[in-house]
């Protein structure tokens, strides 16, 4: 399975691809993983849009990926990709999204098994009363991410999508 390490402003990212698409993207703290230049075309291309999006030029990511999931979680993941760059949404506005409103648990579990940070933005999925809840990488990425796409749109704090 091919796989690179890139630098990002909030740590090294591991991307990983298979067959075709990108499977996981991946961030860490570690030093000394910086691979960056690789043979494997997809992987230059995903970090080319990683980039992009640090550098405040792109805000959609146009890879193929596939992420392994049950059907549940792909849907969780599919709904993830709807949120728009520089908005938040709740976790109950996406399991209401989702016509699951008492999923809520379930769909918030689904995120925390998202494999392709940033990618898959599930960092744009807040608490209800708007607090940086729940997030893998760390809150204090999750903060900046979102930090970082209201800068780039010129806006001084993220807007909920709903």
């Known amino acids: 399975m091919p796989l690179t390490y890139y630098q990002t402003p909030v740590g090294i990212a591991r991307i ?54 049950s059907d549940f979680q792909q849907e969780v993941w599919d709904e993830l990709l709807k949120i728009p760059y520089g908005k938040t949404i709740s976790y109950l506005q996406q399991a209401k999204s989702m016509n699951n409103p008492l999923g809520i648990r379930a769909i918030a579990s689904a995120n925390g098994r998202n494999s392709l940070w940033v990618i898959v933005p599930c960092h744009r999925v807040i608490g209800s009363d708007g607090s940086l809840t729940g997030y893998a990488g760390g809150i204090w990425r999750k903060q900046w991410l979102l930090e970082h796409e209201a800068k780039v749109l010129g806006v001084g704090q993220t807007k909920l999508a709903f």
Do not use: C, H, M, W
């Open 16 to 69: 990983t691809a298979e067959d075709g698409f990108i499977t996981s993207v991946s961030i860490r703290d570690e030093e000394g993983l910086v691979v960056e230049a690789t043979k494997d075309k997809l992987l230059n291309k995903a970090i080319k849009q990683l980039g992009e999006y640090f550098a405040g030029t792109r805000q959609s990511f146009d890879l193929p990926l596939n992420q392994n999931g």
